[in-house]
């Protein structure tokens, strides 16, 4: 996918920066990684025969939303924080470096992991096999939730991290309600009332004490499997502190019982399944906003989200 923040470099450029993080060695080949939305990814060979992963953040902070912040340094803590804490599949940082020297932006080294995206692979597997992979990754993410925070928080601003889920997602809330209204996207109810409606549920939110690590972006393109098994969870720069609701796979166009039988969830809860229309309103509002920021190509992600928007809020609004 095309966007604005993607910071792509130079052949030139590229060896600098292999050079400076592993100690002289020279690129043999290299490809861009084209999947993702946001930051430049690439696939680099080293003379020496090893295979690397180089992600490059965004150099222009205007073309970021304001949830979107210090996300390579959040990527970093969460992968490594992952790899200490669980037997968790995922790549290792081999390099990070923020000091923008020879380049205009942080950027950081991973483990190259041979694997195809679970998205680019659905259309060659059978029925069953989806199922499994479905159940996998319900028991990989129930996982990962073993992790604990003390507050609730982004990794990247932890900073501003708060006391209660319910701050939390105000704030966040709050945020991309702001971005939208900056660039005046057409969202098709007015911006005022999605607040107000949320302040009405602001109980829903009690029941949830104790933040989890929430991956947040666990769609299917960044999920790798090999032989029909997961081998990897990619694209960590969104981590969070938060309600284990908020994992992208319990939204409502992708939540599958597969999952939830994996992860270990028969049921909701009338607060959770508040909680889970709220959290699907929020990724609707940012998959509607954020092409205004990053320049796409075109509106289909901004109509298809609008599409699942719509009903979920006249609900929330009667």
Known sequence: ????????QTDQALQLLVYRAF?????????????????ATYKIELESGKRVVLKIAPARVDSLMSYEINMMQAEVAAMNLVNE?????????????????????????????????????????????????????????????????NKFGLLGNMCTSKETLFSFFEQLLLGVLQDGMDKKIDIGVDYDKVHTSLLRDKACFHDVTESVLVHWDTWEGNWLIKDHAVIGLIDWERALFGDPLMEDRFRSHCKSEHFLRGYGVKEFSHPERVRMAWYDIYLYLIMMIEGAYRGYENDELYQWAKRNFTPIIKELLA
């Open 23 to 39: 100690d002289g060695a020279k690129i043999k080949s290299h490809i861009e990684l084209t999947e993702g939305f946001c930051n």
């Open 85 to 149: 804490k669980t037997q968790l599949l995922l790549p290792k940082v081999l390099y990070y470096d923020q000091t923008k020297m020879g380049c205009d932006s942080e950027y950081f080294f991973m483990d190259w992991i041979d694997g195809n995206s679970f998205s680019s692979s659905k259309s060659s597997m059978s029925e069953e096999e989806i199922k499994s992979i479905e159940v996998e990754i319900g028991e990989y993410i129930g996982a990962l939730h073993t992790i604990k925070g």
């Open 1 to 8: 996918m095309m966007s604005y923040t993607k910071n792509l």
